[in-house]
């Protein structure tokens, strides 16, 4: 069983910052691309960041200079800074791992963290 727990989330005014953090845990064998999306009401969920193994990353033209994504392999952590945070920025943010366990090689995905950019 492998879950993914986020924290970090909560309520910022505009031009603040916010650190996310996603731990996986359970049957891991090894860890391959990270990521962290987001989804506001009524809009279809969006992939924000990717970071691969050896730790390239990608990044969404919405969030490119200001959302840093991160991963820390020994603790099966990832990670997504996120500074000048504006109110367009509020939504459930979500992390997913791809993760090989004894039988399978598949995407898992957190619970979701509240993020509310207001003030």
């Known amino acids: 069983q492998v879950q993914l727990v986020e924290s970090g989330g909560g309520l910022v005014q505009p031009g603040g910052s916010l650190n996310l953090s996603c731990a996986a845990s359970?049957?891991?064998?090894?860890?391959?691309?990270m990521r962290w999306y987001r989804q506001a009401p009524g809009k279809e969920r969006e992939l924000l960041a990717t970071i691969a193994t050896g730790g390239s990353t990608n990044s969404a033209d919405s969030v490119k200079g200001r959302f840093t994504i991160s991963r820390d392999n020994a603790n099966y952590t990832v990670y997504l800074q996120m500074n000048s945070l504006k109110p367009e920025d509020t939504a459930v943010y979500y992390c997913s791992m791809d993760i090989r366990t004894m039988t399978t090689f598949r995407e898992y995905w957190g619970q979701g963290t509240q993020v509310t950019v207001s003030s």
């Open positions: 359970g049957s891991i064998l090894w860890l391959s691309a």
